[in-house]
Every structure is written in C-alpha cells, then in structure tokens.
C-alpha cells in the first residue's frame, strides 16, 4: 500500500521517524510530501493539502499527517473530497462496543466503520512509541463493507 506523509514544523521529527518505520519496518511504500525542510514558520496547509489530493486521487492509499494536535491538519484534509480524516493525540480512556457487539478502540473503529483514509496525529500529545503503535494498528485494520457503514459513507460524499 502507497502511504501519503505530511506535516509543518510541529510534526517534522515525527514524520522522520514514521516515514523510515512505514517504510523499512512495515513494508509500506511511502511519500514525502513535505514539509522537506524544518521552518518554524511554515503553514501546515501547505503540505497536508497536497497529500490529501494525492490520496483522494490514488484509491487504496492512505495517508499520515501530522501537527501540533492533529485539529488543523484533519480539517485542511477533510475539504478534498474523498478524504476522511480521523485524529489521534491519545488512547482514549475506554473501548467501545459497536452495534455488533464488537469491543473495538478508537483507532479501529475509524477503520472498520468509517473506512478513513487519513490519520491525523497531535504530535505534541503524543511520543514516537505511540505513533508507531498507532500508525501499525491504523494501517493493518481494514474496512468491515458492511452495509450499513458503505450506506453512511455514500452519504458523506453526496
């Protein structure tokens, strides 16, 4: 699977470490799509943007941004049509238990329900262990195609 990256300055040296772990470690091919540079004025949008573009364009791809908190970053991403992206700055205090009566954890649930195809990280809540954990979870839970999941998500993009 091709992996999109993205981040300004509060989310460089995550992006770093995650590009060479998706890479190398979780046999994904991955994309820089900046920032290349660490500026500490640099726009998020900017970077987040284009890799929203490209995985709304390349279907089966997903994509990994990154700031301070994620918020920004998820809200820049969710204007490209096609996009769904979800944030992470923390394991959430408890699990769900979906309509099903499956006991899943926020990071799951973003995959098997709402198919999001990018995950935002708050790289200032959270260390590289973490979102190395997070990311491997994220990436290896697929989409349930329940009926009922692909009936909202359709409704999303009309």
Not at 33 to 58: M, Q, R, S, T, W
Not at 105 to 131: P, Y
Request: hydrophobic fraction near 40%.
């Amino acid at each position: 699977m091709k992996v999109y990256f993205a981040t300004d300055h509060a989310g460089y040296d995550m992006k770093e470490s995650l590009l060479s772990y998706v890479r190398d470690e979780l046999g994904h091919e991955v994309e820089d799509c900046g920032a290349i540079l660490f500026d500490e004025y640099d726009d998020y949008p900017d970077f987040v943007v284009v890799a929203a573009k490209n995985v709304a364009k390349d279907k089966g791809s997903m994509g990994i941004i990154l700031g301070a908190s994620g918020q920004g970053e998820a809200v820049v991403a969710n204007r490209v049509p096609g996009v769904r992206a979800v944030v992470y700055y923390g394991e959430p205090q408890r699990w769900q238990i979906d309509a099903c009566g499956e006991e899943m954890d926020m990071v799951m649930s973003t995959r098997k329900h709402n198919d999001a195809n990018i995950l935002s990280l708050g790289a200032r809540f959270i260390s590289i262990e973490e979102a190395k954990e997070v990311v491997k979870k994220w990436l290896s839970t697929e989409f349930e195609h329940e009926d009922r999941h692909v009936r909202r998500i359709n409704k999303i993009d009309t």
